[in-house]
């Protein structure tokens, strides 16, 4: 029992500290940022796990401690129970029961006178002692019966408690049958006042004893009897509480086992955690560069947007002026190809007039070259006196 108690108590000291290792890891992961948890599912997930390990670590914690504590009330209770000698009750009944006898001693008549049978008249006195061994007899029995149903340590108590009833009716006996000194005897049996009383009056005055001696004796015999009864109860609730014990044993072997499991996958998940969170700081930092990255290129969009503005609005400004400028010169083409047409035909006339005046000139000319010839006739057939014939043959030279 003494070792039993020893490691529950080592349990309970081994369990803080398992516990207060377990709790700086708990604390480093619930101080991690919100941040974090909320840009990746995944570390809010191992999160919520890690507080599910740790809920469940905390009721067995708490159910191993309540186990622990009613194991050693009913430790403490069952030796409170073997710590009472059931003896030390029985010898302060006695004890009452002697005051009670001498009270009845000193308030006794003392008018009677003593007789000289005195010294001879207590010898009926073993008789409550005989008719007690019986009673003893069977308060021996008892505990036989009793000792086949109850634990070794209950049997132990109900032993000495046996012994020491029978050895104060052993010793009552020696006393009588030693014979010892008469004076003892008869401050054992009758009181000192008994001197002063008849033989009729110690006679009934023993008798009374005897019955209140044998009343008393039964008396205690039921409780013992009772006491043996609450002794097997008791028993029996020992080896129900020993069996829960060690079912509870089993229940708690088990628990740190499981205990020592979730540890390791806390552990895990933490080293994750770890693992995990540097992952999250390195894609913290890219977030943060591509961010500045980001905020460059949102400043040079807009630079670049009102470049293309103000770049949109010159070449609005430009396809105007190109529209208008083809405008102008579609109306100066225009004006062109009709001028040119103009052109055309007054060319086109000129070369007719110029064609005219050619063939006006050549016939001129062929005037001009036959009036020379006429002239020459003439002034040939004036200088040469040509016939008509001459003549006319000349025209006819002409006209072919």
Not at 200 to 222: G, H, P, T, Y
Not at 345 to 352: M, P, Q, V
Not at 370 to 394: C, D, N, V
Request: hydrophobic share 30%; aromatic share 4%; charged share 35%.
């Amino acid at each position: 029992m003494a070792e039993a108690k020893r490691r529950f108590s080592f349990e309970e000291q081994k369990k803080p500290q398992s516990s207060k290792t377990e709790r700086p890891q708990g604390q480093r992961l619930m101080n991690q940022p919100s941040s974090l948890s909320q840009k990746t599912s995944l570390p809010v997930d191992l999160l919520a796990k890690e507080e599910e390990y740790k809920r469940m670590n905390a009721k067995l914690e708490a159910k191993t401690a309540e186990l622990v504590r009613q194991a050693e009330e009913v430790m403490r209770e069952q030796n409170e129970v073997l710590s009472r000698p059931i003896s030390s009750h029985l010898s302060l009944g006695i004890e009452d029961e002697k005051e009670d006898f001498m009270n009845l001693d000193l308030q006794a008549p003392s008018a009677r006178q003593p007789t000289a049978k005195v010294l001879t008249k207590p010898l009926p006195s073993p008789k409550p002692h005989q008719t007690a061994l019986p009673s003893g007899n069977r308060t021996k029995k008892a505990p036989k019966k009793a000792k086949n149903c109850t634990a070794d340590d209950v049997a132990l108590l109900e032993d000495f408690v046996d012994f020491s009833l029978a050895k104060t009716i052993s010793t009552i006996e020696g006393k009588l049958e030693e014979g010892g000194t008469h004076e003892n005897i008869d401050d054992d049996v009758m009181p000192s006042v008994g001197n002063e009383m008849g033989s009729e009056a110690q006679i009934r005055f023993l008798k009374a004893k005897l019955r209140v001696l044998q009343e008393e004796v039964n008396r205690l015999s039921q409780e013992y009897n009772k006491k043996d009864d609450e002794n097997a109860n008791l028993s029996a609730k020992i080896k129900e509480v020993e069996e829960d014990r060690a079912r509870l044993q089993r229940m708690t072997n088990i628990q740190r086992s499981q205990l020592e499991k979730h540890k390791v996958l806390s552990e895990d998940s933490s080293r994750k955690c770890e693992g995990l969170q540097h992952q999250v700081i390195a894609l913290q930092k890219e977030i943060e560069s591509l961010k500045r990255t980001q905020k460059q290129a949102t400043t040079n969009h807009s630079a670049t947007e009102v470049r293309l503005n103000r770049a949109l609005e010159e070449a609005e400004k430009f396809k105007l002026e190109l529209n208008k400028i083809k405008q102008s010169s579609k109306d100066s083409a225009n004006q062109d190809h009709q001028k040119m047409e103009a052109l055309q035909a007054e060319n086109k006339k000129l070369e007719r007039q110029k064609a005219e005046l050619i063939s006006g000139f050549k016939k001129q000319l062929k005037l001009i070259d036959i009036l020379k010839r006429q002239k020459m006739h003439f002034e040939a057939a004036k200088m040469l006196s040509f016939t008509e014939e001459e003549f006319m043959k000349a025209l006819d030279w002409g006209k072919s």
